[in-house]
């Protein structure tokens, strides 16, 4: 624990850096989930495993979300999925298989999938009347 910074929790403010507790988890959550630089006083190493950790999640959901987009990949769909979410923040299971689903080229049941799940325009004589 001697390399953890110490915090000033009266104050919450890191000592010599001047920020707050507050834009230091801010940084860090970024630097997690959406590609941001990691921020200072924080080990590379553990916050790349847990940014591939967090991506290896995201995954899992979105699967459980679109089972027939990440069967197309097979074995490959972890890798296919952080490829795709490396540096975008997470929007749900659901809208991160959407928005994946629709910048890939899909066949099969998983274009199926898309499909069946995409609402289509409604023409302006079948919107209901309020």
């Not at 499909?115 to 004589?125: E, N, Q, Y």
């Amino acid at each position: 624990m001697a390399d953890c910074p110490v915090w000033d929790m009266t104050s919450a403010r890191s000592p010599g850096s001047g920020e707050t507790l507050q834009e230091r988890q801010a940084a860090l959550v970024e630097a997690l989930v959406a590609g941001a630089a990691i921020p200072d006083g924080f080990d590379a190493r553990l916050v790349e495993a847990a940014r591939r950790a967090l991506l290896r999640k995201r995954a899992g959901d979105v699967a459980r979300h679109w089972p027939l987009l990440a069967a197309s990949f097979g074995a490959r769909w972890p890798e296919v999925f952080a490829e795709w979410a490396a540096g975008r923040p997470p929007q749900g299971g659901w809208q991160d298989g959407l928005d994946l689903a629709r910048s890939v080229p899909l066949t099969g049941a998983a274009a199926a999938e898309l499909a069946s799940r995409t609402p289509r325009p409604r023409r302006w004589w079948h919107r209901r009347r309020s």
